[in-house]
């Protein structure tokens, strides 16, 4: 049996189950991404999709999306509001 990540929402709305592996895979992949800079979500997103391409099974947005928001939960990663001319960029604390 595979473990499992009850992951958070920084809202503290309900997380999602899911695989521990898969979480695992997807936290290093969105960490060392944001160590070189800061993304704004797509260009996270289509970052780990190209890191991730036929290396990972499921919707990588999905994972991508589930695994974001509670990296910001635990105060990993952090959201960065745009202002008009830029977009809200997400970055490591």
Known sequence: M????????PQGKSGVNIS???YDVMKE???????KKPLTHIELTNAVIAALKG????????????VKLDLEARKIVERVE????????YRLR
């Open 20 to 22: 521990k592996e898969k």
């Open 2 to 9: 595979e473990g499992k990540i009850q992951t958070l929402h």
């Open 29 to 35: 992949t969105i960490t060392s991404l944001l160590r």
């Open 55 to 66: 290396r990972f099974t499921g919707s990588i947005p999905w994972y991508v999306e589930s």
């Open 82 to 89: 745009g202002n008009g001319k830029t977009l809200t960029t």
